[in-house]
């Protein structure tokens, strides 16, 4: 594992620590993987989103649909 160090202002550096004892990380390093690895996530799920956005319409969703979908997780769970 790679070290990074960073330097923050001591209200953000206050802030983490809260965060690392509140939220019961064992270290600040911790609480900042987490955080970079939500945004990951999030910048995946943009990404997600924003295709899905620019992609052609789709097919109506109605009664039938939902009906087809409880049929094969019917038969999915049968076989």
Not at 16 to 43: K, P
Not at 48 to 66: H, I, K, M, R, W
Not at 68 to 74: A, Q
């Amino acid at each position: 594992m790679s070290t990074m160090n960073i330097s923050l202002p001591d209200a953000l550096k206050s802030y983490v620590d809260r965060q690392v004892s509140a939220r019961g990380y064992g270290t600040s390093s911790e609480y900042v993987r987490e955080l970079i690895r939500m945004d990951q996530d999030r910048q995946q799920l943009r990404a997600l989103l924003l295709e899905g956005a620019a992609s052609a319409p789709g097919t109506a969703v109605d009664a039938a649909y939902f009906e087809g979908l409880r049929n094969r997780v019917r038969d999915h769970s049968a076989g």
